[in-house]
């Protein structure tokens, strides 16, 4: 099958703008477009930049955004795009070269809500235990690759650059509702802010754009909620 890939290249060395270049290929109909990329990478053109490690879906470092919607590379076949697929860097960060985006303020808003287990307990002889029930609360937060995609997707964020974003509050929620931490006081207050979760606008770009299927609006919801409760 003969396909036609549009991919916005910037060579921060050469070019002042980014620009659409055009690759012809011919493709089996169930190649992944990050077969694409490296076909056209190892036959046409080898300075083509861009992320990718475990090609299954897992590391989370091919998001982008393909014919209009972010998703990883890794995960979407030709059959399901078409004979005319674009590729594009995610939308909101800055570009670094090609697909290649600038991660560090999107990391930099993850760390800020303290993404691990806080407990000054001493550790329990075998395990800090937990019913299922328990774990059921935070078990869809749990899944998150940290791609990028639904931030990287939301219009609050591209209005409000400071806006703390879906993939952070999705893992504060993670640690919020998990009944082994005691950080979750903290974590709220961090979210209450301005950039916090109140920047949520309901638009749900972030959830069509999850490759993990995550209901990121309703765990922003929950943690709203429990801002809510926290402060009446
Ligand atoms: Fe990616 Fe989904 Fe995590 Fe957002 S919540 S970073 S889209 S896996
Ligand atoms: Fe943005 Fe998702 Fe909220 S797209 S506005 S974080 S529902
Ligand atoms: Fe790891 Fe796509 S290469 S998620």
Redesign the pocket.
């Known amino acids: 099958m003969h396909v036609s890939l549009r991919i916005q290249r910037f060579d921060p060395d050469r070019d002042t703008a980014s620009h659409w270049v055009e690759y012809g290929l011919d493709v089996d109909p169930m190649a992944r477009v990050l077969d694409l990329l490296h076909q056209v990478k190892w036959e046409q053109d080898s300075s083509l930049a861009f992320r990718r490690s475990c090609g299954h879906g897992i590391c989370g470092s091919d998001a982008m955004m393909i014919n209009g919607r972010n998703r990883l590379a890794c995960k979407i076949r030709v059959d399901q795009l078409g004979r005319k697929i674009s590729v594009a860097p995610l939308p909101g960060l800055p570009v670094v070269k090609d697909l290649v985006v600038d991660m560090d303020g999107f990391f930099a808003k993850y760390r800020s809500v303290h993404p691990f287990l806080v407990n000054d307990d001493p550790p329990p002889a075998q395990e800090r235990r937990q019913s299922q029930a328990q774990r059921a609360v935070f078990d869809d937060t749990t899944k998150c690759i940290l791609c990028g995609a ?1 931030t990287s ?5 591209w209005a409000r650059p400071g806006y703390v ?2 993939a952070a509050i999705v893992n504060a929620h993670r640690f919020i509702f998990d009944s082994r931490d005691q950080g979750g006081e903290e974590r709220l207050q961090i979210l209450a802010d301005r950039d916090g979760v109140w920047r ?8 069509d754009a999850c490759p993990r299927g995550i209901n ?2 309703r765990a ?1 919801l929950e943690v709203s909620a429990a801002i809510v409760e926290k402060s009446a």
């Not at 997707?153 to 964020?157: E, G, L, Q, V």
């Not at 949520?200 to 959830?207: Q, Y």
């Open positions: 639904c997707s939301c219009p609050s964020f974003g879906p949520c606008r309901t638009i749900f770009n972030c959830v990121i609006t922003i």
